[in-house]
């Protein structure tokens, strides 16, 4: 049962005067932009530093830990969010993705988990607050809770349909811990994202509630599916209009999709989706379909020209860029879309 007593986080309100008025924008892909920097294993722990920056130690390597890097190379995650912000982007998101006891066990650093997330909410906090002492406009920072690695819904073992390798109440507790440290550190929204897997999405849900009862006041939560293949549905098996109406009961601020195919290919579900939901709607997709070396290739004006078509539409009222999108395609896509008003939530 979710609890819809408490009173709702201050931010709401404003987020909904501005989400009335214009198109909202969240930020690009974190992941890309950390690849850039070229970090090594060093930079990623943050060892040589003058004093470790942190006191959780594994024995495993962290290089491709993006997550830790709120920790041992704070400054380097802010400048990236302060640089979307300065783009245009209206909502930043934290780097933590992967901030939960089941996706960090394969560093081994479960007990970090507190940590990143509370620090991960402040780094994107400095960020917004920088910007808005720059500029005068608000920014929100949207906590962000990836899929895991896991699946609770679907066996990883051919011989074994029955088994699962994360249960309902495995993910529910990780999410809760992850949760709580993101609202300590300052999280206005909570975004569910990159979710292949309804179940997870549901147990992520579940647990943001759990934790909004601890804090006393409800958090605006985005919910985000992903679509992996031409057939239009989820890894679970949904289609856009199912996966909406699993994730209704909570009421979201936004639901929509990212990542995975480009902005041609995730149209039509968008469409869909802006068809039945009674909440507001977000789409952030890929720079489109990364090439051989894993690279995105689509510049910013094309990805622009293809987000500025839902706007266009009428079905999208937040959008911003997933994996391969930098702060020069958020900004192609804030001016794109800046002339078309938001999508009307369907009575
Ligand atoms: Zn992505």
Redesign the pocket.
Known sequence: MLNFSLPDASCLATLRTLAAERILILDG?MGTMIQTLNMTEEDFTGHGHAGCRHHHHSDHPQKGNNDLLVLTQPEAVEEIQFTFAMAGADILETNTFSSTTIAQADYGLEAAVHDLNVAGARVARRAADRAEARDGRPRFVAGAVGPTNRTASISPDVNDPGYRAVSFDDLRLAYGQQIDGLIEGGADLILIE?IFDTLNAKAAIFAAFESFTRAGRRLPIMISGTITDASGRTLSGQTPTAFWHSVAHARPFTVGL???LGAEAMRPHMAEIAGVATALTCAYP?AGLPNAFGEYDEGPEDTARQVAGFAREGIVNVVGG??GTTPDHIRAIAESVAPFPPRKVPA
Do not use: L, P, R, Y
């Open positions: 892909a990159t990212n990542c995975a890929n997933c994996c």
